[in-house]
Structure formats: structure tokens, C-alpha cells
């Protein structure tokens, strides 16, 4: 489970996060959705470990970032909007890199390895070096070094992006299936049509605020608004 209480978190004179509530059960996928500079990222930050609230509680699996960061990052995966990877690593180096970190045996990795860049059609390019990979080059490979020591939250900062289609579909896959073992899949997206079809629970913020949080029907009932998810979203935001 995911449990932010009362989270705050400034920049300035500028508030990113008003004090929210939110929860993420396991077993389902939770779209995070907003407009840009709403406030998704640093609310996603703060519940990696990347930035710490100046006020509130973060847990993951009831472990607090806060006071147990560690503890709570190996139950966590996450993969950026903006996929930074070492440039001058090839893509089998990267991956094998992180097995190291999570301490995967030979065959464990291997395995995973195969499986997952099989998945996203990444294996003509492995021994190639990261940085002559295109962006969705790059985004596959974060996501395969992400799933690899098959975390109990998966967490992605607008996740299709740059994906082809066969690869977003592949994706979308792997998210039910990890839900369907009892795990957590956290995401943001812009992509209406996407979240609607494959999020079980959905939260919206603007200007740092959750203005509506439920199933697609549960946030129909709350803005009286019987239409798609994107109209609502619209309505709500402006």
C-alpha cells in the first residue's frame, strides 16, 4: 500500500502539494492524473525518496520513506518522464548493473533479462551503448531495468511516452499482470483514453490540490457528469 497523509511540499512561495490525502491499495493500477504543473511529479518524487515533504508522511508497504529510505525504495520501481541512464554503459551493462544492486543470482538475471528485452524488442541493440539509443530506446530500457528484480510498486512518470504502439501495449500487459499478483502500479499520464481504460482507482490534482479521487464512476458521481473521463477532467481543471 501507498499512504500519503497530509503532504505538503513548497518551492519558494509556490505551492507544488496542499496537504493531500492518498491511498493505493494492492492489486490495482492508480492513474495519477493533472494538467502540467499541478503538482503529479513532485508528488511522485516525494514518494520515491527523491524529495522529502516539509510536512506529512509518506509509506510504502508501511515503511517510511522518511525515516526508513532504504527500506522503502527496494519495495519500490520507478521510472521517470525524462529517462536519464549512464550514456557511455551499453544496454546488458545497465541492466546487469542493476541486478548488482539488487543482488540477483546469475540465472535469476538472466532470465529476467531475456524475458523483459524480449518484450520490448530491445534485443538487436544491448550491446549497443545507451547513448545512441533513441528516447523510446531509452525509456525501454529504464522500464526493463526497472521491472527487473520485480518490485512490489511500480511507479512511472508518464510512462508511454515515446513507446511505439507494440511496445505500449506490452506494457500495459505487464502493469495488469503485476496487479494481478497483488502488487501496486502507480502512474501518471496526459492520456485520457488510457487511463479510463486501464485504471482501476484514479485521482485528479490541480494546483497541488486532489479534486477528485475514486473509481471512474465514484469521480462521475462526485462532478455530477455522467461523460468521459477527459471531459471531466477538463471541466474539473478549468
Known amino acids: 500500500m501507498i499512504q500519503l497523509h497530509n503532504v505538503h511540499k513548497t518551492f519558494g512561495n509556490k505551492v507544488a502539494v496542499n496537504h493531500i490525502d492518498l491511498e493505493v491499495r494492492p492489486g490495482e493500477i492508480f492513474g495519477f ?15 520515491v525518496g527523491m524529495l ?8 510504502v508497504e508501511g515503511i517510511s520513506v522518511k ?8 519495495k519500490i520501481s520507478f521510472v521517470p518522464d525524462n529517462p536519464e541512464v549512464y550514456d557511455m554503459m551499453t544496454g546488458l551493462q545497465y541492466l546487469n548493473f542493476l ?3 539488487y543482488e540477483l543470482s546469475s540465472s535469476v538475471r538472466k532470465e529476467r533479462i531475456e524475458r523483459y528485452v524480449s518484450d520490448f524488442g530491445m534485443e538487436e541493440a544491448l550491446r549497443d551503448t545507451i547513448g545512441s539509443y533513441s528516447h523510446g530506446m531509452k ?24 513507446l511505439d504502439p507494440k511496445s505500449s501495449f506490452r506494457l500495459k500487459e505487464i502493469m495488469r499482470e ?13 492520456v485520457m483514453e488510457v487511463a479510463e481504460k486501464l485504471c482501476d482507482r484514479l485521482a485528479i490534482i490541480n494546483q497541488g490540490n486532489i479534486i477528485a ?5 465514484e469521480i462521475q458521481k462526485q462532478a455530477q457528469d455522467e461523460g468521459s473521463l477527459e471531459k471531466i477532467f477538463l471541466e474539473l481543471t478549468e
Open 213 to 217: 479521487s475514486g473509481t471512474l464512476e
Open 178 to 190: 503485476r496487479c494481478d499478483q497483488g502488487k501496486i502500479v502507480f502512474f501518471s499520464t496526459h
Open 99 to 101: 541486478s548488482d544492486i
Open 52 to 59: 522529502r515533504p516539509d510536512s506529512g508522511t509518506v509509506e
Open 67 to 74: 525515516d526508513h529510505p532504504l527500506e522503502a525504495k527496494k
Open 139 to 162: 525509456q525501454k530500457i529504464c522500464l526493463i531495468g526497472a521491472l527487473i528484480h520485480e518490485p512490489d510498486v511500480f511507479i512511472l512518470d508518464e510512462p508511454m511516452v515515446g
Open 33 to 47: 492524473l493533472g494538467p502540467n504543473g499541478a503538482g503529479k511529479t513532485t508528488t511522485i518524487k516525494m514518494i
